[in-house]
């Protein structure tokens, strides 16, 4: 693979991510109130029409800062031209596929993905939150899973209630981070799609990365583990979860994020945090650069 197909892209909306070696900077912070968290869908296509314009021919890694970003995942596996059918491999702590009736957000982008024609399949892996448990079953879109386009893979999370409803097929449930690990480097055995990865980092222990929402238990050696059996080729990788913090201008928009509850930053820690998440940040490059070459 050439050097332009490896050159990371940075969107540059809330200036989190750290220096990446021969590095693409957009700089987007004007974007940041209309964006941030979740927008309408004609905002989203005013800013897949600006991607589309501003991106080069090839690239590599897209890093989109917070957490907070992760619907523009959307977009960006859109815009891939078409051809043979992808898998898409996004590793969260969250479904991301979660009921919103104000267009798209941050947690609600997975079923939009599941919808494209060029989609054959979304695997969403390392989820600990309650958003699959029971309690808020019914804030789950069902027609992905229904359907066989979106599978969850989930550590300690009790979703008997997706049985009783027929979707057993969608939920893989295990007990440590290592059994889910090797039960999806298995099933990538007989895979022949290639793959496009979203990497969320609140997947991850918070020992790894740091992040400004509630995390998973995932291990820098999982992560890798997964990214190394994606070897039937990578059509194209995000990377978010960056710590960041924004004061919303909307009063809808600072509503919604309270009632997500995310976590404060701590200002006595954020430098280390940092440097945590962008010595991560390199690693992960260079790991999903070596499946892609």
């Not at 200036?15 to 957009?26: A, K, Q």
């Not at 815009?79 to 702590?93: A, E, F, I």
Request: with cysteine; net charge negative.
């Amino acid at each position: 693979m050439n050097n332009l197909a490896n050159r990371p892209v940075v969107l540059d909306i809330d200036r989190s991510v750290g220096p990446l070696p021969d590095r693409l900077v957009l700089p987007l912070e004007h974007w940041q109130e209309s964006i941030r968290f979740g927008c309408s869908l004609p905002t989203m296509r005013r800013f897949r029409a600006m991607l589309d314009e501003l991106l080069p021919a090839e690239y590599g890694t897209v890093f989109m800062g917070s957490g907070d970003f992760h619907h523009l995942s959307w977009p960006l596996i859109a815009r891939l031209q078409p051809g043979t059918p992808m898998q898409v491999v996004v590793l969260d702590n969250h479904p991301d596929n979660m009921r919103f009736p104000f267009g798209v957000h941050c947690g609600s982008w997975v079923r939009r993905v599941a919808m494209l024609p060029t989609v054959s399949h979304v695997h969403v892996l390392g989820i600990t939150s309650a958003d699959i448990g029971g309690g808020h079953a019914w804030e789950n879109y069902l027609t992905p899973l229904l359907r066989g386009k979106l599978t969850y893979w989930n550590m300690g999370v009790d979703t008997r209630w997706a049985r009783r409803l027929g979707l057993a097929h969608a939920f893989r449930g295990f007990d440590t981070p290592e059994a889910m690990v090797d039960a999806f480097v298995e099933s990538q055995r007989t895979q022949t799609a290639p793959s496009y990865l979203s990497i969320d980092k609140d997947a991850f222990a918070p020992e790894v990365a740091h992040t400004n929402w509630d995390q998973g238990r995932l291990l820098t050696n999982h992560a890798l583990a997964m990214i190394d059996s994606l070897r039937n080729g990578m059509v194209g990788s995000d990377i978010n979860g960056e710590v960041s913090h924004y004061r919303y201008q909307s009063w809808w928009k600072r509503r919604l994020s309270a009632m997500d509850e995310q976590p404060e930053i701590d200002p006595a820690q954020l430098a280390g945090w940092q440097a945590q998440q962008h010595a991560l940040n390199l690693q992960l490059l260079s790991a999903i650069a070596a499946a892609a070459g």
